[in-house]
């Protein structure tokens, strides 16, 4: 590919490397520009290969990536779990449970032959360790018609969830019209909510992507500038997807590693592109600078600000690390991935297109389109209003954020419950037919692994305990082992906050060495994990994010208040997501089933999310208001400057964030829309109401002082400047 420019009006060309005393002049990133336009060919190649390498396994992601992975390592549960799997023929949380359901009882009729069937097609695939038929007083109802034949878990929990892929359509095949062949079970449960959730991903990026083009077309005021921010982020997924398929050789990956990282991807990409490209235009068509100069410049000031919004992105979710779960850590690592690449593609490929396509960036634009202004007028008079009126436009911003802030103080968390997935789904099927055939608590039953000597007194416990309704008897391991498994059956619904109370108490009640586990077992640890964890996680978000501008800006007052200031959002966001999945407003709109509480994962990982993307535009409004504050030495020009020069590309960044976050609150099953709504809102205030108004008021208000620096931190810290010489 030709690196060749229009110089009608340029002295050089870039594809002519800078010179020596000219390289000492620029910062580190000029240089990166100057260097990537100087060898556009070579840029292009590699990244070329990068993508076409990488993006022969990008078609695999959905199949190859697992699907489940929502533990706390170390957790009593899981233990319970490996050692029922190891001993216990794999009748554990992961085993598939085929719910097989008549209006007669399943010893007459088709019952015989259908049950046959089904025991033939588990016992033939090798992922399944022991087939346990119903069984009278536990497996089977009363009036024998509903009966659950137990497949074991033969592979780890990864496998299981494939396994349940595979097997339950091949399942309900064998269902006649008077017997119906429902599986269920963790298992079935994540392989049904896996594939509702990408029909849903796919259903929303196909509306995300023409409406993302659309506000960009406004945004840049050309069609073919407004394509570049999309080019660069599909490269950058592409090659992130045949990542993780190659990670996950290594280490289970979760799909929603890959669902997150399009999401995110797509809007940071868009916003660093944004950034770029508006501020090479006003260079080169506003300024009227040689192309070297134009790219320089550019690099220098927005491409500084891109990569600092990104490793402060990058910080904001290795935090989420801290939490000592597999799903949790590949998502976060997903994430993580893919904004390396649109990074990288930001700051060594834009800058090789940008100088190829020079002028023709501007072709198709729109007849009342500006391409070359960087200072917005209409977002100058905004920030002269601003500083004119502080307090009235501060205050009114800072009253609406915490009013929606509020309702976040009565917000109540649990692990996701049968209700996210769509009613006619096998898995909603099979746990609704057991639950009305074999009782409330069915659905949810716990296995007690114990030492052999000590099966009396768990059985004493377990029959004293109010919260069992029914005790099996013990199970023998397959291998000699000398322990025991006992089931028992809850009274309560698994979602029911008070089975936590009954886990509590056999917890204390039981002697040493027992271990109560079972599916909702296992999501009431992880439950316990994310409450200890979250604070963690966001007090070292918090902490990251403010040393990193700290660093970049070289002023206390202004990196803390830029750092605070983005709680209100987050918590206003949270407020919101209350009242809508908690309480249930616009549930008949939106199209959702309330479950009566906020999915326990979504504070720690939201808000890690949410504050990477405030970060995002921190970033650019401080960036840009430092940059002024170093050439003019005024805390006006500094606050003016800023809106006036970046204001535009936040609120066309923000509308591009909120068109794709809300559309994915628009299908599928409830986590998504949790994550949509969330995000869509805690964008649409952090970049209309903190980043321009409330950050803006607060440069004004402290004036100079946001700028200061003490002479013994100066000295600490790296020389870090945003004006280009």
Request: net charge negative; charged share 15%.
């Amino acid at each position: 590919m030709s690196t060749s420019v229009n110089t009608d009006d340029v002295p050089e060309s870039p594809d002519v490397a800078p010179s020596p005393t000219a390289g000492r002049r620029h910062g580190p990133l000029a240089r990166l520009g100057l260097w990537a336009t100087a060898h556009g060919r070579w840029v292009v190649a590699v990244w070329a290969l990068l993508v076409v390498g990488l993006g022969i396994f990008a078609p695999f992601v959905e199949q190859n990536l697992s699907g489940a992975g929502w533990q706390a390592d170390g957790s009593d549960s899981v233990a319970a779990r490996d050692l029922a799997v190891e001993h216990f023929g794999g009748q554990a949380s992961s085993a598939i449970q085929v719910v097989l359901s008549s209006d007669r009882p399943l010893s007459e009729g088709d019952g015989p032959r259908v049950l046959s069937e089904v025991t033939a097609k588990l016992t033939a695939d090798h992922r399944i360790s022991q087939v346990i038929a119903p069984m009278p007083g536990a497996t089977l109802s009363p009036d024998g018609k509903t009966g659950v034949v137990l497949a074991g878990a033969g592979v780890d929990t990864n496998e299981m969830v494939r396994a349940a892929t595979d097997l339950t359509p091949v399942l309900q095949d064998l269902s006649t019209g008077a017997v119906t062949v429902a599986p269920t079970g963790a298992s079935v449960l994540w392989s049904d909510f896996n594939s509702a959730n990408l029909e849903a991903m796919l259903t929303s990026e196909m509306i995300s992507w023409p409406v993302t083009l659309g506000i960009l077309v406004l945004a840049f005021g050309a069609l073919v500038a407004a394509g570049l921010p999309l080019l660069l982020t599909l490269a950058g997924l592409i090659a992130s997807a045949g990542v993780l398929v190659l990670v996950n050789a290594l280490v289970p990956v979760s799909i929603w590693a890959m669902n997150f990282a399009m999401m995110f991807a797509l809007a940071l990409g868009i916003d660093y592109a944004l950034f770029i490209v508006v501020r090479f235009r006003a260079a080169r068509m506003g300024q009227k600078l040689t192309m070297s100069t134009a790219i320089a410049q550019t690099m220098d000031t927005a491409g500084k600000a891109v990569l600092l919004s990104g490793v402060t992105v990058l910080v904001s979710l290795s935090a989420v690390m801290l939490v000592p779960s597999p799903s949790f850590r590949s998502m976060a690592g997903g994430i993580m991935i893919s904004v390396l690449f649109v990074l990288a593609a930001t700051l060594t490929l834009l800058p090789v297109v940008l100088a190829k396509l020079d002028h023709r960036i501007n072709k198709f634009s729109l007849p009342w389109s500006k391409t070359a202004e960087h200072r917005s007028p209409l977002f100058e008079r905004w920030a002269e209003r601003l500083w004119r009126q502080p307090l009235r436009w501060g205050g009114a911003a800072l009253v609406l954020l915490v009013a929606l802030a509020i309702p976040f103080f009565g917000l109540t968390t649990a692990m996701p419950s049968i209700k996210v997935l769509p009613e006619d789904s096998s898995a909603r099927v099979g746990y609704d037919q057991v639950q009305a055939a074999l009782g409330e608590g069915a659905p949810g039953m716990l296995s007690i692994v114990v030492p052999a000597g000590d099966v009396a007194d768990t059985q004493r416990v377990l029959q004293q305990e109010p919260g069992i309704s029914a005790v099996l008897p013990p199970m023998t391991p397959t291998d000699g082992a000398d322990l025991r498994m006992i089931q028992a059956v809850p009274t309560v619904d698994p979602s029911d906050e008070t089975l936590g109370d009954t886990v509590d108490s056999l917890r204390a009640a039981l002697p040493d060495g027992a271990l109560v586990g079972g599916a909702a077992v296992e999501n009431l640890d992880l439950k316990s994990q994310l409450d200890t964890s979250t604070p963690l996680v966001i007090a070292v978000v918090m902490i990251l994010g403010f040393l990193l501008l700290l660093i970049a800006l070289q002023a206390p007052l202004i990196s803390l208040l830029g750092t605070l200031v983005s709680l209100l959002s987050t918590a206003a966001a949270f407020g919101v997501a209350r009242l809508i999945f908690q309480e249930g407003m616009a549930a008949s709109f939106l199209g959702f089933e309330s479950q009566g509480f906020l999915d326990a994962w979504a504070p720690v990982f939201f808000f890690a999310m949410i504050f990477a993307i405030a970060m995002d535009y921190t970033v650019f409004l401080l960036a840009s208001a430092k940059e002024h504050w170093e050439r003019e030495g005024s805390a006006k020009g500094a606050m003016v400057g800023a809106v006036a020069h970046s204001g535009r590309v936040i609120f066309a960044a923000g509308g591009v964030m909120v068109a794709v976050f809300f559309t994915f609150a628009l299908s599928g099953p409830l986590p998504p829309k949790e994550m949509g709504v969330i995000l869509g809102v805690a964008v649409l205030l952090d970049a209309f109401l903190v980043r321009l108004v409330l950050l803006p008021v607060v440069l004004r208000l402290t004036g100079r002082a946001a700028w200061w620096s003490p002479r013994w931190l100066q000295k600490v810290l790296p020389r870090i400047s945003f004006a280009h010489d």
